[in-house]
């Protein structure tokens, strides 16, 4: 995968696009990501003893990595992800700046 957790992604389509956020917790498998204040949705709960108070909560659900770029932290740009191997290890490049990410 390009895309890892602590990365800062800009959302390209959907509901929130435009907006901006930090990787919080990544699933390979189906190639999700769950961005923290992004992509939430209303959860109505019942009150039980664990949550003392019911009602509505929003719960972030997770996010497809097709509706996301990665944003370079030297350049501030959206780009998209080139690999180079570099002393035996997989390093990430900017394809815009050409510097390590």
Not at 12 to 28: L, M, Q
């Amino acid at each position: 995968m390009k895309i890892k957790k602590g990365d800062k992604v800009k959302i390209i389509s959907g509901k929130d696009k435009g907006k901006e956020g930090i990787i919080e917790k990544v699933y390979s498998k189906s190639k999700k990501v769950l961005i923290f204040g992004i992509n939430l949705y209303k959860r109505h709960l019942k009150k039980n003893p664990e949550t003392k108070q019911g009602g509505i909560i929003d719960v972030p659900r997770p996010l497809d990595i097709s509706k996301l770029m990665l944003v370079c932290p030297k350049c501030k740009k959206t780009t998209r992800i080139n690999f180079k191997i570099e002393s035996k290890k997989k390093i990430r490049i900017c394809k815009k700046c050409r510097n390590k990410i």
